[in-house]
Nanobody, 124 residues
Framework: QVHLVETGGGLVQAGGSLRLSCAVS????????IGWFRQAPGKERELVSA????????DYADSAKGRFTISRDNAKNTVYLQMNSLKPEDTAVYYC?????????????????WGQGTQVTVSS
């Protein structure tokens, strides 16, 4: 089993920054790709960013490119999402998830384990 806990959400003004953390416990953290997803009210859950098990490969949604940076520290079993230049449309619940596929999946169905989510609210 893999257990994920997200922290770092909150209320921020447009243009501000937040850093989300995803602490992972359980077996073989360093063998899992980790994704950050978000879900806004009335919308489907969507991938924001993902990182390979080694940290050598990353993927970003177009909406996140140039503003968000994903990273991981395998020694601390933690994945980070640095979010800069936040916009009101970034408001959502953010989830981290773990995948044991051999490739980085953009689909939520490619992820086996999920955290409980953390709320990010960006005011205009």
């Amino acid at each position: 089993q893999v257990h994920l806990v997200e922290t770092g959400g909150g209320l921020v003004q447009a243009g501000g920054s937040l850093r989300l953390s995803c602490a992972v416990s359980g077996r073989a953290f360093s063998s899992y790709h980790i994704g950050w997803f978000r879900q806004a009210p009335g919308k489907e859950r969507e991938l924001v960013s993902a990182i390979s098990w080694s940290g050598g490969s990353t993927d970003y949604a177009d909406s996140a490119k140039g503003r968000f940076t994903i990273s991981r520290d395998n020694a601390k079993n933690t994945v980070y999402l640095q979010m800069n230049s936040l916009k009101p449309e970034d408001t959502a619940v953010y989830y981290c998830a773990a995948s044991n596929l051999y490739y980085i999946s953009r689909s939520e169905y490619g992820y086996n384990y999920w955290g409980q989510g953390t709320q990010v609210t960006v005011s205009s």
